[in-house]
């Protein structure tokens, strides 16, 4: 058993001056970072939760044409925000405490996170991903997804291994706010939109050493071939990457 913690202090510059910046020039960005855990390991299983705590003041903002804007990279402040949640994940080999003359092992894997992101300061937005008007103290901070899940099984010996992996992502807000979440529907003007739905994918992966030194390896990403809307910016939906398989 271990506990674990930790005090991180971290900046980020702002960039050159700009000369064409309306809300003038952005100041640097700080932050203080707590951690606090919890780590067990027995008979080849381990399991950790951490609990985490994001401190931030004079947090950046830009406004690029990759994140919406009107791309003149000019940087700006939001004030203060707060990012904090908790970290959970399990990992171990079900064969483990068995008798087992075959070699095989079956791992399986489990990691889970929660985050809340908000703005602790009510501001005038200048644009970019986070779009253009007025923020509210307390509006979640948009593009941080709030349920984050992983799951993953296998099979394996000395010559071979098949890993099923799954990852869950959750509802994610696009706009900042506090209210109903929107999601993409025919019904709903794209202006409308505040959030993307969650969504799951399913990967497929094996690997067979076919000589000490040659190894042959298949992979099927998004084996059920789900269809999810991954991003909304810039200019539009973004899809997920579909059916596909490589070796």
């Not at 947090?59 to 990759?66: E, K, Q, R, T, V």
């Not at 203060?80 to 064969?95: P, V």
Request: aromatic content about 10%.
């Amino acid at each position: 058993m271990n506990l674990l913690g930790g005090i991180h202090k971290g900046f980020s510059p702002p960039g050159m001056p700009s000369v064409t910046a309306t809300s003038g020039q952005a100041r640097m960005e700080t932050s203080v970072n707590y951690e606090l855990g919890y780590h067990f390991e027995k008979n080849g299983y381990t399991a950790q939760v951490v609990g985490f705590f994001n401190n931030y003041s004079n947090i950046l903002g830009s406004d690029n044409m990759s994140g919406g804007g009107a791309g003149t990279g000019d940087m700006f402040n939001a004030g203060n925000a707060h990012i904090q949640g908790i970290e959970i994940s399990f990992e171990g080999n079900l064969l483990s405490n068995k008798n087992n003359p075959s070699g095989l092992s079956f791992p399986v894997s489990l990691a889970y996170t929660f985050t809340d992101a908000r703005f602790q300061e009510t501001f005038i937005n200048g644009g970019g991903d986070w779009g253009s008007g007025r923020i509210n103290q307390g509006d979640k901070i948009p593009f941080i997804t709030p349920h984050l899940l992983t799951a993953n099984v296998g099979v394996s010996n000395q010559k071979f291994d098949i890993t099923l992996s799954s990852r869950f992502t959750g509802i994610t807000r696009v706009k900042p706010g506090a209210g109903a979440l929107i999601i993409p529907d025919n019904l709903v003007k794209y202006a409308d939109v505040n959030a993307l739905a969650g969504f799951l994918i399913i990967d497929l992966s094996t690997n067979y050493d076919v000589t000490k030194s040659v190894t042959a390896f298949a992979t099927i990403n998004n084996l059920t071939n789900s269809k999810a809307i991954v991003a909304n910016l810039p200019q539009g939906y973004r899809p997920n990457m579909p059916l596909s398989f490589n070796t």
